[in-house]
């Protein structure tokens, strides 16, 4: 069974200052694991995917994410935050194939001026 | 190339009402899926297909039935509406060689 778990439903910060989204998972096997934003009353972006290959993954506008099997976690990262990023970001949890997804609650991000 | 599109934009439904959300793409795709949105909740699937003539049941499938007839169109049915299905639907096709999932614009029902 497949689980995902963002451990913080809103996370503010200033502009300039970094962002740190958390996200654990539980897989009974290698799973692959992306990081999507949703702007609001918009559609879902995929940010950046890790699917077994460097556990360092490096996305869309500056955001990286970690994979970490020991703390099964896939935190996502951007060293300092722009008015842009506003937005509510989705971690997710897939099997192989990439077609049975389970996602997060989401994580809604507020940048302050 | 559209990409996944998704129709109607919004809709209104009485409680017992049927209809259908619309959902075609045009980018060869043979998996496609459809999710609900719901506040403090993400995303869950309802239904996925692995490619014409196959389905079968994401996490809350009751109430809702799809099929598969062609590779560009996955049609999601609501047989009889009730509120509890009020909520932001939206479609996915998956590009398998870089496993990454392209969604629609949503549709926002409310079932009153």
């Known amino acids: 069974a497949q689980s995902v778990t963002q451990l913080d439903s809103h996370v503010s910060v200033s502009e300039g200052t970094p962002v740190l989204l958390r996200c654990n998972y539980s897989s009974s096997y290698s799973p692959s694991l992306f990081w999507y934003v949703q702007h609001p009353n918009k559609g879902l972006q995929l940010l950046l995917k890790y699917t077994s290959a460097a556990t360092l993954v490096k996305g869309i506008n500056g955001f990286e994410a970690e994979f970490k099997k020991s703390e099964t976690s896939f935190h996502l990262t951007k060293p300092s935050a722009h008015m842009s990023d506003a937005a509510e970001y989705f971690c997710?949890?897939?099997?192989?194939?990439?077609?049975?997804?389970?996602f997060g609650a989401g994580t809604r991000l507020f940048v302050k001026a | 190339n559209a990409g996944v599109t998704q129709t109607p934009k919004f809709q209104v439904l009485k409680t017992g009402q049927s209809m259908t959300l619309q959902c075609a793409q045009d980018m060869n795709h043979e998996y496609m899926s459809w999710y609900r949105q719901d506040p403090g909740m993400g995303l869950r699937l309802i239904h996925y297909?692995?490619?014409?003539?196959?389905?079968d049941q994401g996490e809350v499938p009751n109430g809702y039935n799809v099929s598969r007839s062609t590779t560009e169109d996955f049609p999601l049915r609501l047989l009889s509406a009730a509120p509890s299905q009020t909520s932001v639907y939206f479609c996915?096709?998956?590009?398998?060689?870089?496993?990454?999932?392209?969604f629609g614009p949503g549709t926002r029902l409310t079932v009153l």
């Open positions: 297909s692995v490619g014409a003539g196959i389905t």
């Open positions: 996915a096709s998956l590009d398998r060689g870089s496993d990454t999932q392209y």
């Open positions: 997710v949890v897939a099997n192989t194939g990439g077609f049975k997804t389970i």
